[in-house]
């Protein structure tokens, strides 16, 4: 071997060693890419809330619109929630094909000096949305109660507000729930049976499901938000259930204050009752408020939603727009914002509208899964084609003409034209099995 066949040996057999040690030792810090999961779990924007057990969209934005229910309750009262770092509210999500709808189940407690609350929806595809919405008031409600307790109280009995104040908080998030809770209580009102605020204080546990007795604790909130002090009322309230007493006449004649009396109290709802018997005229079980917001929400302009124009976002967007921009990265939380807005609107509407606005929504959802998919992505994810994108707003379009021509036809005919859809709660439960459950629920517990 000549002295250059050495030299070049040399520097060979070293280089093809290392390949040989990278070929069978992966490089330090460098791991391949993985396949995105379907079905991560998700945290709020505000990081008060944990989603998981759905597809990864659907915990997007079941997180998304529990922030938008913890930010109308600081608005409606005027306080804000207390969360820690460490502290959030974890929502689980399970399907059990036994049941043939669906159940909520909350529940708190104690765990390594921690505090644990969570929210079981059991089926979310059947459940009620008014149930999820009522279960996570009574969470955010009760961390109020909680910060102030002290601290052998806290450990002993966490604190809780009864049934009635967050069913009826929940009922005075949204403007559609409290027309048609209005419209229940005063068509009862009418037809001379009369709901005293006292019996409402005694609605301390109500089962799933919609029940007049909620459309009474919703009035009777939405009395004690009229009151001049309202913020006051609801921090002595509060202030109470820490201290461990339980709310009736005496204490809410207290956190009322003034000249408050029991007999004024009662006639002070009666007319206040009296004042909602002027029910909201609809068409087709939708507030003509809900049909002019649908069509604004058709354009999307981004700034408005909170979203800067320098990102690249164009200044307007039209639902075809969305589809052409389906894949840059603004458009995942762009999207998923919309589903949760469009979506927002069918509360307490009637069946043919929350139609369309789930139809939207779900053309919204199929454009939040189109960010940006890489090959993997498209290996192990199913990304919505164009195709399926347009065939999906195309049906949305079709459900929300037919409804507009169904409006348009009641207002000719005068026919159509109704009262608030209010027959699926005005199922009122005897006093007496009320007080049943609610002996049931305390040996329970």
């Known amino acids: 071997m000549t002295a250059f066949s050495c030299v070049v040996a040399a520097l060979i057999w070293p280089s093809l060693l290392l390949c040989e040690v990278l070929a069978e030792e992966p490089i330090r810090g460098y791991a391949p890419p993985r396949a995105p999961r379907a079905d991560a779990p998700a945290v709020s924007a505000m990081r008060r809330f944990t989603v998981s057990g759905m597809a990864t969209a659907d915990n ?5 619109s529990s922030d938008d229910a913890s930010r109308r309750i600081e608005q409606t009262l005027g306080f804000s929630i207390p969360f820690t770092r460490h502290e959030l ?3 689980l999500t399970e399907v059990d094909d036994s049941l043939e709808g669906g159940r909520v189940i909350k529940g708190q407690g104690w765990a390594d000096r921690q505090l644990v609350q969570r929210l079981m929806i059991i089926n979310p595809n059947r459940v009620d949305q008014e149930d999820i919405l009522e279960g996570l008031c009574w969470l955010l409600l009760n961390r109020l109660v909680i910060a102030r307790q002290d601290i052998s109280r806290r450990t002993t009995m966490l604190g809780e507000v009864p049934d009635w104040l967050a069913v009826g ?14 419209g229940v209580i005063s068509r009862r009102w009418m037809e001379g049976e009369r709901i005293s605020f006292g019996e409402i204080l005694e609605m301390e546990y109500l089962p799933d499901g919609r029940w007049g007795e909620k459309a009474a604790a919703g009035l009777a909130v939405g009395w004690l938000l009229a009151q001049p002090r309202a913020t006051m009322v609801f921090d002595a309230l509060v202030q109470a259930l820490a201290s461990g007493e339980r709310l009736g006449i005496a204490e809410l ?16 709802w009666d007319l206040w009752v009296a004042q909602q018997t002027q029910v909201i005229r609809r068409w087709g079980g939708v507030s003509p408020e809900r049909l002019t917001e649908l069509q604004e929400m058709l354009t999307i302009r981004a700034v408005e939603l909170g979203f800067a124009v320098d990102d690249g976002i164009p200044v307007e967007l039209s639902l075809e727009a969305l589809i052409m921009f389906r894949r840059e990265k603004w458009m995942l939380p762009l999207a998923t914002l919309l589903s949760l807005r469009v979506r927002g609107l069918g509360i307490g509407e009637g069946e043919s509208f929350r139609e369309v606005v789930d139809a939207y929504g779900q053309f919204f959802d199929s454009i939040a899964k189109c960010v ?6 498209r290996l192990f994810r199913r990304v919505p084609s164009e195709k399926l994108l347009n065939k999906q707003l195309a049906s949305a379009r079709a459900l929300h003409a037919a409804l507009l021509a169904e409006v348009e036809a009641g207002k000719s005919t005068q026919n159509e034209v109704s009262d608030v859809p209010m027959q699926e709660i005005e199922r009122f439960m005897p006093r007496a099995e009320r007080l049943r459950l609610a002996d049931e629920i305390r040996r329970g517990r």
């Open 60 to 64: 997007v934005a079941l997180a998304a």
């Open 372 to 377: 940006s998919p890489g090959l993997l992505t």
């Open 253 to 268: 004649v207290s956190a009322l204050g003034g000249e408050m009396t029991p007999v004024r109290l009662e006639k002070e």
């Open 169 to 182: 908080v929940a009922q005075n998030l949204y403007p559609a729930l409290r027309a048609r809770n209005g």
């Open 89 to 91: 509210i974890r929502i």
